[in-house]
């Protein structure tokens, strides 16, 4: 049996939101799938997902920790 099939139906990645979201719209789903980190538009789930690797990912969260995109308004 694929792993990604239980009583013949398909399993896709499970997208979590941040607890530090509010219903403003401006969100974006994340999950873990098949060793990628996959990243939507919480508010279009048909748009394009975004693949990265453990390392990208790992880079871009670094990133985020150190300030290294807050450019200002």
């Given at each position: 049996?694929?792993?990604?099939?239980?009583?013949?139906?398909?399993?896709?990645?499970?997208?979590?939101?941040?607890?530090?979201?509010?219903?403003g719209?401006?969100?974006?789903?994340?999950a873990y799938?098949?060793?990628?980190?996959?990243?939507?538009?919480?508010?279009?789930?048909?748009?394009?997902?975004?693949?990265?690797?453990?390392s990208?990912?790992?880079a871009?969260?670094?990133?985020v920790?150190?300030?290294?995109f807050?450019?200002?308004?």
């Amino acid at each position: 049996m694929n792993r990604n099939t239980i009583r013949g139906e398909q399993r896709g990645p499970k997208f979590a939101k941040s607890s530090f979201s509010y219903g403003g719209g401006d969100c974006v789903e994340v999950a873990y799938h098949e060793g990628q980190i996959l990243v939507r538009d919480s508010k279009d789930r048909h748009s394009p997902t975004l693949w990265f690797t453990k390392s990208e990912w790992r880079a871009f969260t670094s990133g985020v920790r150190a300030s290294e995109f807050d450019f200002g308004d």
